[in-house]
């Protein structure tokens, strides 16, 4: 058994007697029915979202521990929503994401990881079009919070809950997906090509840092969309390369497209910065959103697809 293994072994012993603590069984002491039923549908949801992700570890894992990990998680999200709210399950999630990224790739290596160059760019290409999804559903619900200034919790928790985990798992697989984009593209992206697309990994990189300390750390929301303007504009340049080099089979625009949406709006909310909000225009957001997220998913699509043809397509 890997260290993961036995970790993750030791914290689900250590807490399979959530169930029976009084703390845990003492949820829904003091509450209001309506607030169970949000206690309730906010750890369902979370519980069905980490059942999902527990896909990415080995089937064998998956059978001997999966189960049990997630009774350990709905445990730890009753806790944590009894004791933070809101807050409290933005951080357990931030904490989440993380632990399942490490503890994959430690446990697919520890069990003999069987991943070609095309299979794992496959999968990158599947995360990409996943964290396309998840990044735009997290910004589209997160703007009916109608006070986004306030800290997560109250009557727009579900919003913000939405926002904080859409943003936070999209973000980690933009990091997998644009290194299988580096790993299956490089040799015909050329010199300029590569070091763009190095630049990409390491601006989501960046981007993700930003936003997983955003609570904690005043300057991390310029971190953040710092990391992410980076990203999208080596992109965008990126695909003037792809354009050129006719770097995938089909599509070769689909990088500009993904690239263009957050300089855009810049470039509109400059022009055209409501004077009472002091804000972009909201059509001007919701057009990068949606410019951003369709590019990289077809991105994603055309790197599964190349993978899914065979070596020449990644040649």
Request: hydrophobic residues 50%.
């Amino acid at each position: 058994m890997s260290e993961a293994s036995r970790r993750i072994a030791q914290h689900a012993e250590a807490s399979g007697g959530i169930a029976q603590h009084p703390e845990a069984n003492g949820v829904s002491g003091g509450m209001t029915e309506g607030a169970m039923r949000e206690n309730a549908a906010t750890v369902d949801l979370s519980v069905r979202v980490y059942s999902w992700l527990l896909a990415a570890y080995p089937r064998s894992f998956r059978a001997e521990y999966g189960n049990h990990m997630a009774q350990v998680f709905r445990d730890v999200c009753l806790r944590d929503f009894r004791r933070g709210g809101a807050r409290g399950m933005a951080s357990l999630w931030a904490r989440t994401s993380l632990d399942l990224l490490r503890t994959t790739v430690e446990e697919h290596i520890e069990r003999g990881i069987d991943m070609s160059r095309e299979k794992f760019v496959r999968w990158s290409g599947w995360a990409l079009m996943a964290g396309a999804v998840l990044f735009a559903a997290g910004l589209i619900l997160g703007s009916f919070d109608s006070f986004d200034m306030d800290p997560i919790g109250g009557v727009d928790a579900f919003y913000e809950i939405s926002q904080a985990v859409g943003l936070t798992l999209g973000h980690v697989l933009f990091v997998f997906g644009l290194l299988g984009l580096r790993t299956g593209y490089t040799g015909r992206s050329g010199s300029l090509g590569a070091a763009l697309l190095l630049l990409a990994v390491i601006g989501s990189v960046v981007s993700l840092a930003g936003l997983l300390v955003m609570s904690s750390i005043e300057a991390a929301w310029q971190v953040w969309m710092g990391g992410f303007l980076a990203m999208t504009l080596t992109l965008a340049v990126f695909g003037i390369v792809a354009v050129r080099r006719r770097v995938f089979s089909r599509w070769n625009f689909a990088p500009i497209l993904a690239g263009v949406g957050l300089p855009l709006l810049f470039g509109v909310g400059i022009a055209g910065v409501d004077s009472v909000s002091g804000q972009a225009p909201e059509w001007a957001s919701f057009v990068a959103v949606v410019l951003t997220s369709v590019g990289l998913i077809l991105i994603g699509y055309r790197m599964q697809a190349d993978a899914g043809a065979g070596s020449d397509a990644l040649a």
